[in-house]
Nanobody, 123 residues
Framework: QVQLVESGGGLVQAGGSLRLSCAAS????????IGWFRQPPGKEREFVAG????????YYADSVKGRFTVSRSSAENTATLQMNSLKPEDTAVYYC????????????????WGQGTQVTVSS
């Protein structure tokens, strides 16, 4: 079992930055992947960014490349999503999740989820 708790959401103006954190407790392994997803109002959950827990390989959705950066600290058991140059279309509930099976951008393949944190970007 892995428990995840997100923090760091809030309201920011377009062009601003936010930093989301995901604290993991329970059993984790180097082969696990941490994924960040978001769900805009009235839309489906979509992949944002991912990172392999052990070696730190990262991957991103095209919509956030160059603006968002995902990282992790194995020592602190946390993952972070640094979001810069935010746009109104980034408004969503953001979730972190763990995939025990490896690389994936499909939310249904993730095993554990946090409760989500709201990010609102005003124009």
């Amino acid at each position: 079992q892995v428990q995840l708790v997100e923090s760091g959401g809030g309201l920011v103006q377009a062009g601003g930055s936010l930093r989301l954190s995901c604290a993991a407790s329970g059993r984790t392994a180097s082969g696990y992947h941490i994924g960040w997803f978001r769900q805009p109002p009235g839309k489906e959950r979509e992949f944002v960014a991912g990172i392999r827990w052990g070696v730190g390989n990262t991957y991103y959705a095209d919509s956030v490349k160059g603006r968002f950066t995902v990282s992790r600290s194995s020592a602190e058991n946390t993952a972070t999503l640094q979001m810069n140059s935010l746009k109104p279309e980034d408004t969503a509930v953001y979730y972190c999740a763990v995939n025990r099976g490896g690389y994936s951008t499909m939310h249904r393949e993730y095993d554990y989820w946090g409760q989500g944190t709201q990010v609102t970007v005003s124009s």
